[in-house]
């Protein structure tokens, strides 16, 4: 069975700081997706990166990026010069690919942005 | 173009009482979702609907909890009677294609069985 663990609960870092949300999980299959989801205070929860098992490459968008390390099964996520709006639910996620369409999440990380 | 739509989006019901959460996905998306997260846990797969179809109801926890979608446009999930560990939070996600990599989520209903 496929499973995500995030370590850090809860996490405050003051803006314009970088901060780095954990995440690894376990899997036998050789190739998934990953993802890191946001949901903000009674907001919808959205994608914010995506990343192929496949691709060595680490995956990037605008300040957020991530730290793929297959052999080690870990999947960061690093957000740069953080903002105010970054305040959120961070969900880490999974994804086997063509076997089933299910999302399996981590537990999330609550991180705060302080003013 | 609107996203998930879900409501209500707070629930307080007692113990034993009936609720029935809806959710509206995105307007063509023919796969529908639910998960839920209950409290300090991890959000979990309930069930995917292709139109009207229940594709995997693996995730259903027991006979209490009832989804629907027909005409495959909004779909429903009741749940009947309530116990105090359905307590959580709901999500609905839709998406255009199966295996599609970006689901769409809604903001949730909050359901406090009480």
């Known amino acids: 069975a496929q499973t995500v663990t995030q370590s850090q609960p809860e996490m405050s870092v003051q803006e314009a700081e970088t901060v780095t949300l954990s995440c690894t999980y376990d899997?036998?299959?050789?190739?998934?997706?990953l993802f890191w989801y946001k949901q903000p205070p009674s907001r919808q929860m959205i994608l914010v990166i995506r990343?192929?098992?496949?691709?060595?490459q680490n995956a990037t968008e605008n300040r957020f990026s991530v730290n793929f390390q297959k052999a080690a099964k870990s999947f960061s996520l690093k957000i740069s010069d953080s903002q105010l709006g970054d305040t959120a639910m961070y969900f880490c996620?999974?994804?086997?690919?063509?076997?089933?369409?299910?999302?399996?999440f981590g537990k999330g990380t609550r991180l705060h942005i302080l003013p | 173009e609107a996203g998930v739509t879900q409501f209500p989006s707070h629930s307080v019901i007692e113990k034993g009482q009936t609720v029935t959460l809806r959710c509206d996905p995105i307007s063509g998306h023919d796969n529908l979702y639910w998960y839920r997260r209950v409290m300090g846990k991890e959000i979990k797969f309930l069930l995917h609907?292709?139109?009207?179809?229940?594709?995997?109801e693996s995730g259903m926890p027991n006979n209490r909890f009832l989804a629907e979608r027909t005409g495959g446009t909004y779909s429903t999930l009741k749940v009947q009677p309530a116990e105090l560990e359905d307590s959580g939070v709901y999500f609905c996600?839709?998406?255009?294609?199966?295996?599609?990599?970006?689901?769409?989520f809604g903001q949730g209903t909050r359901l406090t069985v009480v």
């Open positions: 609907f292709v139109k009207e179809s229940k594709q995997d």
């Open positions: 899997t036998s299959e050789s190739n998934y997706y």
């Open positions: 990343q192929e098992a496949y691709k060595q």
């Open positions: 996620a999974f994804m086997r690919v063509n076997r089933d369409d299910k999302i399996i």
């Open positions: 996600a839709s998406s255009l294609r199966v295996m599609n990599t970006e689901a769409f």
